[in-house]
T-cell receptor
Framework: AQSVTQLGSHVSVSEGALVLLRCNYS??????LFWYVQYPNQGLQLLLK??????LVKGINGFEAEFKKSETSFHLTKPSAHMSDAAEYFC????????????FGKGTRLHILP | DSGVTQTPKHLITATGQRVTLRCSPR?????VYWYQQSLDQGLQFLIH???????AKGNILERFSAQQFPDLHSELNLSSLELGDSALYFC????????????????FGPGTRLTVL
């Protein structure tokens, strides 16, 4: 069965510092991997996704993530945090089968310190 | 604005009641997905419809049902409501079709907040 683990339900970084949000997955088949962001009182918005090809994926708002099969990880990074990045971030995995479903992690709330 | 609309925004009801949540997908999107977000369960996929047909089921209770109509809007019906059903219910749409649809970007609506008293 697929699963997603996000390490740290809350992460705090200073404005201008590196953002690193961790995501590990388990899947019996090569997965599709996603990062979504949820701003307060809003729905989710896709940041980036990995399907096939290049393992370093660039997304919106300066975020990127690297698919590492050997580590079963898909960590999200941004070189320099901005106050507007404060939000909840969800990693998600989906298999490629006929009955594919999407499994979300519990989420990581990112706090940006001035 | 994602282009996905959900009504109502808020719903307060009592245990044992039945409610219907409505979702209108983005223009041209054939796939509709329903999700439940609660503090204890997190964000859970409930069900996926493509062009009127059910395509995938997640952790959807038997008390819950959904359908997608010919005009592509979708409704999620929740019956015999319990306190634990209180949550945010999101609808998302995408242009994806059938199997493998999840690799397509899903656009989320603003959600319906359901409170069961």
């Amino acid at each position: 069965a697929q699963s997603v683990t996000q390490l740290g339900s809350h992460v705090s970084v200073s404005e201008g510092a590196l953002v690193l949000l961790r995501c590990n997955y388990s899947s019996s088949v090569p997965p599709y991997l996603f990062w979504y962001v949820q701003y307060p009182n809003q729905g989710l918005q896709l940041l980036l996704k990995y399907t096939t090809g290049a393992t370093l994926v660039k997304g919106i708002n300066g975020f990127e993530a690297e698919f590492k099969k050997s580590e079963t990880s898909f960590h999200l990074t941004k070189p320099s945090a901005h106050m507007s990045d404060a939000a909840e971030y969800f990693c998600a995995v989906s298999d490629r089968g006929r009955d594919d479903k999407i499994i979300f992690g519990k989420g990581t709330r990112l706090h940006i310190l001035p | 604005d994602s282009g996905v609309t959900q009504t109502p925004k808020h719903l307060i009801t009592a245990t044992g009641q039945r409610v219907t949540l409505r979702c209108s997908p983005r223009s041209g999107d054939l796939s509709v997905y329903w999700y439940q977000q609660s503090l204890d369960q997190g964000l859970q996929f409930l069900i996926h419809y493509y062009n009127g047909e059910e395509r995938a089921k997640g952790n959807i209770l038997e008390r819950f049902s959904a359908q997608q109509f010919p005009d592509l809007h979708s409704e999620l019906n929740l019956s015999s409501l319990e306190l634990g059903d209180s949550a945010l219910y999101f609808c998302a749409s995408s242009g994806g079709r059938g199997a493998g649809a999840f690799y397509n970007e899903q656009f989320f609506g603003p959600g319906t907040r359901l409170t069961v008293l």
